[in-house]
């Protein structure tokens, strides 16, 4: 399958250990937020996104 999506240019990288620490520190604040929004609205978002990272 990764070949053919590299014939529509379209490529996979495997990022580095530190790279998705750096993103997760990152974009950690906006996903809480986030959680918290939905989570207000009723939606088990937090046990969502817990599972979904696993």
């Known amino acids: 399958a990764t070949a053919k999506n590299e014939q529509k240019g379209i490529k996979y990288i495997q990022l580095s250990k530190s790279a998705i620490a750096d993103f997760n520190s ?3 604040s906006s996903v809480a937020q986030f959680l918290a929004k939905k989570e207000k609205a009723g939606i ?3 046990a969502i996104f817990k599972a ?3």
């Open 44 to 46: 088990p978002a937090k």
């Open 26 to 28: 990152a974009t950690a």
């Open 52 to 54: 979904a990272s696993q």
